[in-house]
């Protein structure tokens, strides 16, 4: 099974650029089975749904976050990466990558997840 | 405030059957297939039910899932100590144009 693990500094500075990496290994970024996905947990608000990649390059964001966040492929590296704009304290929460299955609308694998703190 | 609400706890004893509910509305749950994960404390959450009432392999038939107009409900027999977790319903949203989740509940074993 494909497995993942996100990598990516624990604290930033309030207005920063947040960035993470999620390296797939026992799989390629470039098959056309998955699209990428990050998903956050927040202490208090729960799961939230950033968005995914397909293969081709084609992203999808939630809404609410679209203006602030981008999702990319290296395929030389096999991995994948977030990066969040204009980040505030209300971005604080843990990171997951996962996989979400072609035609399918559910997430498995997941990353083990880390801990981003937006913070002074 | 989540799109999918969840009772936030439910309990029972062992060898008994608990239920959690998600409700939702005709742009998510309504007219898409829901998912349930299941979170214990400090790690990542897992895939316990999808497509409804689909179980991925290694979950046992002890976990149920159902799904009826804008609600779907996950369903526990047999419990065990080792079910406490949290639990929580998964959607796409076609209003939102995005995956949503619910707010979680937790189970616990009296």
């Known amino acids: 099974q494909v497995q993942l693990q996100e990598s990516g500094p624990g604290l930033v500075k309030p207005s920063q650029t947040l960035s993470l990496t999620c390296t797939v290994s026992?799989?390629?970024?470039?098959?056309?089975?998955?699209?990428w996905t990050w998903i956050r947990q927040h202490p208090v608000t729960g799961l939230e749904w950033i968005g995914y990649?397909?293969?081709?390059?084609?992203?999808y964001y939630n809404p609410s976050l679209k203006s602030r966040v981008s999702i990319s492929i290296d395929t030389s590296k096999n991995h994948f990466s977030l990066k969040l704009t204009s980040v505030t304290a209300a971005d604080t929460a843990i990171y997951y990558c996962?996989?979400?299955?072609?035609?399918?609308?559910?997430?498995?694998?997941w990353g083990q997840g880390t801990l981003v703190t937006v913070s002074s | 405030q989540s799109v999918l609400t969840q009772p936030t706890s439910v309990s029972a004893a062992p060898g008994q059957k608990v239920t959690v509910s998600c409700s939702g509305s005709?742009?998510?749950?309504?007219?898409?297939?829901v998912s349930w994960y299941q979170q214990f404390p400090g790690t990542a959450p897992r895939i316990l039910i999808y497509?409804?009432?689909q179980r991925p392999s290694g979950i046992p038939d002890r976990f149920s899932g159902s799904k009826s107009g804008t609600s779907a409900t996950l369903r526990i027999t047999g419990l065990q100590i080792g079910d406490e977790a949290d639990y929580y319903c998964?959607?796409?949203?076609?209003?939102?144009?995005?995956?949503?989740f619910g707010s979680g509940t937790k189970v616990t074993v009296l």
């Open positions: 996962a996989i979400k299955k072609k035609n399918y609308n559910w997430f498995d694998p």
């Open positions: 026992d799989g390629s970024v470039s098959s056309d089975d998955y699209y």
């Open positions: 990649i397909y293969s081709t390059g084609n992203s």
């Open positions: 005709s742009s998510n749950i309504g007219n898409n297939y």
């Open positions: 497509d409804n009432n």
């Open positions: 998964g959607t796409w949203d076609n209003s939102l144009s995005g995956y949503v």
